[in-house]
C-alpha cells in the first residue's frame, strides 16, 4: 500500500467472509534516527488518520516503528536543534494534534512497541487503545532529567493509563523501564519475544477486528469519553452508545449466527 517517505503502509487480513476485516499497519520509516518524531512524520500521520478515519472496512490500525531498537525515541533532537521558538511551538501544535486525532479515530488502534519508547515516543504509544511491547525494549519519560517536562500529553495520559502514583513514580524520576515492569505496572497488556512481536500485535489486531465495527467504536467512545465524567453522567453516555447499537443489521447478525451455530460476518451497518 501507500508508503511515503516518513511511513509505511501495509493492508493485512481480511476477504474471506467472516474472516476479521482488514488491518493496516503504520511502521515508522526512521531507523537511522530511532523513529524519533519530526515535523513531517507528524503531517504524515495526520494524512493516514483522516483517510483511515473515512475508511469504513479498515477495522483496526497497528502503529510500529522500524527495526528493533527503538519504537520512537521521542522528538528528533537534530532537527529540533534547527528549529526557532515559533517552529518549536509548532511542532507541539502538530504533535498534540497527531495524537489526538490517533484517539479520536474511530478504529482501536495498537501500538506495537518494538523497541525504545521515550518521551515523545512513549507519549505516542499512550495515545493509543492498546500497547503491546517486545521483551527487552525500554520505555520512559526522560524529560524532567533534561530540564523539561512531557509535553506531548505525557503527564496527563500516562496518570490516566495507570494511576497518578505510578505515573509519578516513572514521571518525577525519568527513569527507563524494562517490559516486564512495564507490563505490571498495566503500561502495557502483552508482551512477547523479539522475534514474536509482529504475531503478537497482529493477534490481538485480530481479536479485535473480528467484532462488530460499530460495537468497537462505541465501546471506545464510551470508554474515553465516560473516564472522567461523573458515574451517572458516565453511564448516560454509555447507554447513548450502547442505543446505536441496537439500530445495526450486524446486532441482528450476531443473533442469527448465535441460533444457526456459526461465527457471524460483520460488515459495520
Ligand atoms: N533525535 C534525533 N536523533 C536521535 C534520537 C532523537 N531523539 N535518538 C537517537 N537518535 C540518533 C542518534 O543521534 C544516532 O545518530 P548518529 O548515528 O547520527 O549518531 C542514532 O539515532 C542512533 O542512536 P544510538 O543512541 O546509537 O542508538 P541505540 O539503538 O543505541 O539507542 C535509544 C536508542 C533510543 C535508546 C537512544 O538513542 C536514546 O536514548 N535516545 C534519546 C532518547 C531521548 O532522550 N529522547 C528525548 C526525550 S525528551
Known amino acids: 500500500m ?17 474472516a476479521p476485516g482488514p488491518v493496516e499497519r503504520w511502521t515508522i520509516l526512521g531507523e537511522p534516527r530511532r523513529n524519533s518524531l519530526t515535523l513531517a512524520m507528524l503531517h504524515g500521520l495526520a494524512e493516514l488518520q483522516a483517510r483511515a ?10 502503529l510500529t516503528g522500524a527495526g528493533d531498537r527503538a519504537f520512537c525515541a521521542g522528538a528528533d533532537l ?4 534547527r528549529m526557532g521558538d515559533a517552529e518549536v511551538a509548532g511542532f507541539h501544535r502538530a504533535l498534540r494534534d497527531a495524537l489526538a486525532g490517533l ?12 523497541g525504545a519508547a521515550l518521551g515523545g515516543g512513549l507519549e505516542l504509544a499512550l495515545a493509543c487503545d492498546l500497547r503491546v511491547a517486545a521483551e527487552g525494549i525500554e520505555v520512559g519519560l526522560p524529560e524532567v532529567g533534561l530540564g523539561i517536562i512531557p509535553g506531548g500529553g505525557g503527564t496527563q495520559r500516562l496518570a490516566r493509563a495507570i494511576g497518578v502514583a505510578r505515573a509519578k ?11 516486564v515492569e512495564a507490563l505490571a505496572y498495566g503500561l502495557v497488556t502483552r508482551a512477547a519475544p523479539p522475534g514474536a512481536l509482529r504475531e503478537a500485535a497482529l493477534e490481538m489486531a485480530g481479536e479485535v477486528a473480528r467484532n462488530a465495527p460499530v460495537s468497537l467504536r462505541q465501546a471506545k467512545r464510551a470508554i474515553d469519553g465516560g473516564f472522567h465524567l461523573p458515574l451517572e453522567e458516565a453511564l448516560d453516555l454509555e447507554n447513548r452508545m450502547y442505543q446505536d447499537c441496537l439500530q445495526t443489521k450486524d ?6 449466527a448465535f441460533a444457526e451455530k456459526r461465527r457471524p460476518v460483520f460488515t459495520g451497518e
Not at 53 to 62: G, M, N, S, T
Open 103 to 114: 484517539e479520536a479515530l474511530p478504529q482501536p488502534v495498537i501500538a506495537a512497541i518494538n
Open 53 to 62: 478515519a473515512a475508511d469504513r472496512a479498515l477495522r483496526v490500525v497497528i
Open 169 to 179: 513514580d516513572l514521571v518525577l524520576t525519568a527513569r527507563r523501564v524494562d517490559a
Open 2 to 18: 501507500a508508503t511515503s517517505r516518513e511511513w509505511q503502509v501495509e493492508r493485512l487480513g481480511g476477504g474471506a467472509p467472516g
Open 78 to 81: 537534530k532537527e529540533r536543534a
Open 251 to 256: 446486532r441482528v447478525e450476531a443473533l442469527k
